[in-house]
């Protein structure tokens, strides 16, 4: 295998990622869901990073498989949309008058069942988009690469990611040391035998960690002034805002349409003016600031071309804004939309694309 | 460069300052080791070169600290960043990223360099510490010695004057400690640096020292030439005992100097014999046969044979990572085991109840704090004693045979490493176990309080109990341990008589071995009890 660069933008694996979500969220043919994983799934395994977020799809595949399965669950529990097609039927519990609407067990139909397994999957499918996302740029270099005015709260979320593990770590080994004491201790004993040590040491760590920190330099102070850095944090939360409300807009294809991609711009916009005012704060610099080369412009049109056909195909009613949905009353086996599939492909292309040179 | 102008510092509720009266100047360029017993000040006083203390620490300092011209008072630690380098005594809880080039270039981002000297200079202190190899793994995935000399890297990247470092060696193995020492060695021949340095293990540092700083308990600090200075302190390595032994006047502190002066202590040793170790005489207490240890896809320890017998002291060493913590808690059965049997007394312990477990084998670990979680010393004991079905106060008499006088109302975070030490060992005796594991116990120990635990651990060999100590410390495993067995890659690589294993190599040969060789003596004792013999 290649060496995958490192260097390309994490903001760009994060828009071809989330490029793809869109795609899923817009379809609910398993075929294209199916593909969408695929692809993400490919890309993810051959350029993820080597730390432990490298492992981040497993988990997430992991975790769309569970909202699969709940989903399933719930709908054979508590029913949902009927059909002709009657697989078998639950014993139904009779609920009180004031619960009438809601239906414990009954009959479960074979479009229910498809109905539920496809949103599931879209579901999932989205998932596994972001766990690609973690696996492919660390979220701790997409926070590094935060604009300067959030650096304080970026460091912050930084170490704090760093130090969940070895919480962790400590209290696997007091634990481990409670062992060598007898028998393990129950009830509010065990909580106070657990936790004195775990917060004892983590407190200690953080008050170690601050000094360190501090004796590199951490937080000096530049030559500027109060109301401009407050000025620029407001910016930049209010554009973040705005690409996050504008990103759930195309996402959710019930969403009025002004949250989309009007809201999505404006949030670019105030988040490019934060980032030009925090420019002028340069009492701070970046080791190896990702840039947008490009390469990684390039990965993120790759995913970007998916979700701009799949949008463009329903919003002009082509032969395959159809089949992009699933059709389950009359249970019909889904057609593959060639045009969105051919896009969705597309996104390969990073593959080729984060070779290192 | 590092100026102290009758400087006392005292901590909140302390009954005594810390240090008083320091008067002291270092000059540029040099290497300067601070030496004392535990709770001398040490680490309050590296600290207070950059201001870490008081504002970090609490308590009040009075005096004037000034170092490259700044005064600590009116200048915070981070404005001290780029003349000041501090590398603490854990230096995985000072890393805050996970990848070594961002942890060196953390530094110069908070100064504000630009981009292309921050790529220079990552480059360049890659190379001065050889970092190049693993430049790109995850910081988690290092080795103890690699992650130390990525934290003195994360300092040096800023250029600063003065380097101050708090145990740079103390949790790494003979080897490690050696390629820190050397990079030290050449920042301060090549950059002509400034470093503090304050450390336990005298006889790794005390040979690279300009200069030694002993912070006397109570007392005004010395200041001076090593081989001086380290002759009247109550800590010193074992090369200056001998030579105080032999009346070498002043005191060698390196090997190489020691042995120049040591042939007529050699032709005197002669004739005598090197005290043999004590053949075992007990039966067999503990006997593992291929015990494996997995880790998800890796092998800690790959087949590991081990017996020891009861009267037995045995040394486990090998490199960090070697696989000795997890022999010792596989042996102990509290950890888990893939493969192989062990046998307590005939019962293999990973099988027992955990509290039949520990009245067959007792467990000290690395963190000895971790076993503590109770308030006072006196609620510890009375609890131990509780869990074991001990007669009240069993605990309390062996914490006394360890460690006099440890109040009762003490809390267990306010001992020093000795005394936290004891108290852990008390706990681990009170059940009687015949087996006794322990894992690295003299981190953070001084010389003092090393010999009073050598001397308890060969008290407890003389009643028959069988000891195993997983170690880096060569000088103690030489004063304590009657066999030797070398983990490396999960596997036992030598297993014999600590004189036989000690002296084959240079690595884990104490200094007095070095010295004498090729005469086969450990310590300092052995050769004091044949001179008055002779």
């Known amino acids: 295998m290649a060496e995958t660069r490192r260097d390309l933008h994490p903001g760009a694996w994060w828009v071809w990622a989330l490029c793809l979500a869109v795609v899923a969220g817009r379809t609910t043919n398993p075929l294209l869901l199916l593909l969408v994983i695929g692809v993400a799934s490919r890309v993810a395994v051959s350029c993820r990073t080597p730390g432990p977020w490298g492992a981040a799809l497993r988990m997430f595949l992991v975790m769309g498989l569970a909202v699969l399965g709940i989903r399933l669950v719930f709908h054979l529990l508590l029913g949902g949309v009927g059909g002709p097609t009657v697989l078998f039927t639950l014993p139904e519990i009779p609920l009180p008058q004031w619960a009438a609407s809601i239906r414990l067990g009954g009959p479960v139909s074979a479009e229910g069942v498809v109905q539920a397994l496809s949103f599931g999957l879209q579901l999932a499918t989205m998932l596994c988009c972001v766990g690609a996302a973690n696996a492919v740029a660390d979220p701790r270099r997409l926070l590094r690469s935060l604009p300067a005015a959030l650096y304080e709260i970026s460091v912050a979320v930084v170490v704090g990611l760093t130090l969940a593990p070895q919480l962790a770590a400590s209290a696997r080994a007091v634990r481990r040391a409670r062992a060598l004491r007898g028998e393990p201790v129950r009830g509010r004993a065990a909580i106070r035998s657990l936790l004195v040590p775990v917060l004892e040491e983590a407190f200690e760590r953080s008050l170690q960690l601050a000094a360190t920190m501090d004796a590199r330099g951490y937080g000096r102070s530049g030559d500027v002034s109060p109301g401009h850095r407050r000025l620029t944090s407001a910016l930049v939360l209010a554009g973040l805002l705005g690409l996050a409300v504008g990103g759930y807009g195309l996402l959710d294809a019930t969403a009025p349409a002004v949250l989309g991609l009007p809201v999505l711009l404006a949030g670019a916009l105030l988040s490019v003016a934060a980032l030009r005012l925090s420019a002028r704060r340069v009492t701070r610099s970046r080791y190896r600031r990702p840039r947008w080369d490009p390469a990684s412009v390039a990965v993120a049109l790759s995913g970007a071309v998916g979700a701009v056909v799949v949008l463009a195909v329903q919003a002009l009613g082509t032969a395959d804004a159809g089949a992009l949905v699933l059709s389950t009353v009359p249970l019909k086996a889904p057609a593959l939309p060639v045009v969105p599939a051919l896009a969705v492909l597309v996104g390969l292309a990073p593959l080729a694309l984060a070779r290192a040179r | 460069m590092i100026r102290f102008e009758d400087v006392s510092v005292r901590y909140d509720g302390a009954e005594r300052p810390v240090l008083s009266g320091v008067d002291l100047h270092v000059p540029e360029g040099e290497l300067c080791l601070v030496v004392g017993s535990t709770g001398a000040g040490k680490s309050t006083l590296l600290r207070a070169v950059n201001g870490l203390v008081p504002r970090f620490t609490g308590g009040t300092l009075s005096g004037r600290v000034v170092v490259a011209g700044r005064a600590t008072e009116d200048f915070p630690p981070r404005e001290l960043a780029d003349v000041v380098g501090y590398v603490g005594q854990d230096p995985l809880a000072g890393f805050v990223s996970d990848s070594v080039e961002e942890e060196l270039a953390y530094v110069m981002e908070s100064l504000g360099l630009p981009e292309s000297v921050m790529r220079t200079r990552v480059e360049e202190t890659l190379d001065l510490l050889g970092l190049v190899p693993v430049r790109d793994q995850p910081l988690s995935t290092l080795s103890g010695g690699q992650q130390q000399r990525v934290a003195i890297g994360a300092a040096l990247t800023a250029h600063p004057r003065v380097l101050l470092l708090d145990e740079p060696t103390s949790a790494l193995d003979p080897g490690a400690a050696e390629e820190v020492l050397a990079a030290l060695h050449r920042l301060v021949h090549d950059?002509?640096?400034?470093?503090?340095?304050?450390?336990?293990?005298?006889?790794?540092?005390?040979?690279?020292?300009?200069?030694?700083?002993?912070?006397?308990?109570?007392?005004?600090?010395?200041?001076?030439?090593?081989?001086?200075?380290?002759?009247?302190?109550?800590?010193?390595?074992?090369?200056?005992?001998?030579?105080?032994?032999?009346?070498?006047?002043?005191?060698?502190?390196?090997?190489?100097?020691?042995?120049?002066?040591?042939?007529?202590?050699?032709?005197?040793?002669?004739?005598?014999?090197?005290?043999?170790?004590?053949?075992?005489?007990?039966?067999?207490?503990?006997?593992?046969?291929?015990?494996?240890?997995?880790?998800?896809?890796?092998?800690?320890?790959?087949?590991?044979?081990?017996?020891?017998?009861?009267?037995?002291?045995?040394?486990?060493?090998?490199?960090?990572?070697?696989?000795?913590?997890?022999?010792?808690?596989?042996?102990?059965?509290?950890?888990?085991?893939?493969?192989?049997?062990?046998?307590?007394?005939?019962?293999?312990?990973?099988?027992?109840?955990?509290?039949?477990?520990?009245?067959?084998?007792?467990?000290?670990?690395?963190?000895?704090?971790?076993?503590?979680?109770?308030?006072?010393?006196?609620?510890?004991?009375?609890?131990?004693?509780?869990?074991?079905?001990?007669?009240?106060?069993?605990?309390?008499?062996?914490?006394?045979?360890?460690?006099?006088?440890?109040?009762?109302?003490?809390?267990?975070?306010?001992?020093?490493?000795?005394?936290r030490l004891a108290l852990v060992l008390a706990v681990a005796l009170t059940p009687a176990p015949r087996v006794l594991l322990l894992d690295e116990p003299t981190r953070g120990l001084d010389y003092p309080a090393k010999s009073r635990l050598a001397d308890a651990l060969r008290r407890l060999t003389a009643a028959g109990h069988a000891v195993v100590v997983a170690s880096h410390d060569v000088e103690f495993v030489a004063e304590c341990a009657s066999r030797v067995v070398v983990l490396a890659d999960g596997e036992v690589v030598a297993d014999g008589p600590v004189l036989d294993v000690v002296t084959a190599s240079p690595v884990f040969a104490p200094q007095v071995a070095k010295v004498l060789a090729p005469l086969r003596w450990l310590t300092v004792a052995a050769v004091a009890d044949a001179l008055e013999a002779v």
């Open chain 2, 191 to 419: 950059l002509g640096m400034t470093v503090l340095v304050a450390e336990h293990r005298l006889e790794r540092v005390a040979q690279y020292a300009d200069q030694v700083l002993w912070l006397p308990t109570g007392g005004p600090p010395v200041l001076g030439d090593p081989g001086e200075v380290l002759g009247q302190a109550p800590v010193a390595p074992p090369v200056v005992r001998l030579a105080q032994l032999a009346g070498w006047s002043p005191p060698p502190v390196s090997v190489r100097d020691a042995r120049r002066l040591a042939a007529p202590l050699r032709a005197r040793l002669a004739d005598a014999v090197p005290p043999a170790p004590r053949p075992s005489r007990g039966d067999v207490l503990l006997r593992a046969a291929g015990v494996q240890v997995r880790y998800g896809a890796t092998l800690a320890v790959r087949a590991a044979d081990l017996a020891v017998s009861s009267g037995e002291l045995v040394a486990l060493m090998g490199r960090n990572g070697s696989g000795k913590s997890s022999l010792l808690w596989a042996l102990q059965g509290t950890g888990r085991r893939a493969g192989g049997t062990v046998a307590v007394e005939g019962v293999d312990p990973a099988t027992l109840r955990p509290v039949d477990r520990r009245e067959r084998v007792g467990l000290v670990p690395q963190q000895p704090a971790d076993l503590l979680y109770l308030h006072s010393v006196g609620a510890e004991c009375a609890q131990s004693d509780a869990e074991s079905g001990a007669a009240p106060g069993t605990c309390r008499a062996h914490l006394d045979a360890l460690a006099p006088g440890v109040p009762d109302e003490r809390h267990p975070r306010d001992l020093s490493e000795g005394q």
